[in-house]
């Protein structure tokens, strides 16, 4: 028999500054977990530090969702292997981003718009821009939201913080970046994506694909820059409303090998 403590919770957390999303307020920072629910608590107050100590700023707006989740909705994809090339400027670093985008199989047309999309912006992006990888045509229409991905943690934390913590990569950010570019990744119709952090002292990015895996590029932007963004780019002809689906309400358990 099922005990209750075996029921999966899903934890969500958004936070703004200065009111809430939408009514003027600055985003700060979201999280989101999926735990047994003897761990909510003690996620939800972890969360709750987050957004008042965070690089963004001290939030003043918190919100939380606390949902049980259906066990047949759930699916499993595999956690993306990890490399890293290192570099010293942005300059370089953008240079080996756009260097495995086009051994990820993305377009030079498509490289070049994604790098546009993210260059021209003058605030951080909520979401990820969709940009068909072989015409660079944006597919989302959904402007500086973009598309959330959501709905996903690792099966088997203890298992995964062994593994990056003996990498040397514990930590919140190569946490929530490789889980949420593993279930990107394991999306039909992904080819590859391209990150870097909204995080003003965050410099490190990467580019993620199935075919590779996790591309961690050790430093992407200037320190002291807080505009941020992602790219997902898909397979030309991609059904885009299945690929929102799956991103926004998939639930993806990441498996650690
Ligand atoms: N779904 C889609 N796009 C998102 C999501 C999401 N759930 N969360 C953030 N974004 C977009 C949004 O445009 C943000 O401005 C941008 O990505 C950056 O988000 O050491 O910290 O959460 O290996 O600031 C990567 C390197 C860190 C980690 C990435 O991203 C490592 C990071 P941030
Ligand atoms: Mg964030
Ligand atoms: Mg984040
Ligand atoms: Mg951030």
């Known amino acids: ?88 400027t942005k300059e370089e670093g953008r240079a080996a981003a756009k260097k495995e985008l086009l051994r990820s199989g993305v377009s030079e047309t498509a490289m070049g718009k994604g790098f546009a999309i993210l260059e021209s912006l003058t605030d951080s992006m909520r979401g990820a821009a969709v940009v068909d990888a072989e015409t660079g045509e944006r597919l989302d229409g959904l402007g500086m939201r973009g598309v959330r991905c959501s709905c996903m943690d690792c099966e088997d934390t203890c298992a995964y913080e062994a593994q990056m913590g003996a990498k040397g990569l514990g930590g919140e950010h190569p946490r929530e970046a490789l889980i949420l570019a593993s279930k990107v990744a394991a999306a039909p119709g992904t080819v590859a994506e391209l990150c870097w952090s909204d995080d003003p002292f965050y410099v490190t990015g990467y580019v993620g694909s199935p075919k590779f895996g996790y591309g961690r590029i050790t430093v992407m932007k200037e320190k002291g820059d807080p505009i941020g963004g992602r790219v997902f780019f898909v397979k030309h002809g991609t059904d885009m409303d299945r690929y929102v689906e799956y991103m926004q309400h998939q639930t993806v358990l990441v498996r650690v090998k």
């Open 1 to 88: 028999i099922m005990g209750e403590e075996k029921v999966l919770y899903s934890v969500k957390m958004r936070s703004s500054l200065g009111g809430a999303h939408g009514v003027g307020g600055q985003h700060i920072s979201g999280a989101e977990r999926i735990v047994t629910k003897n761990s909510v608590e003690q996620e939800m107050i972890s969360m709750l530090h987050r957004a008042w100590e965070h690089d963004r700023g001290a939030a003043d707006f918190i919100q939380f969702k606390v949902e049980a989740l259906r066990h047949e909705g759930i699916t499993c994809c595999p956690l993306l292997p990890l490399y890293q090339i290192d570099t010293a």
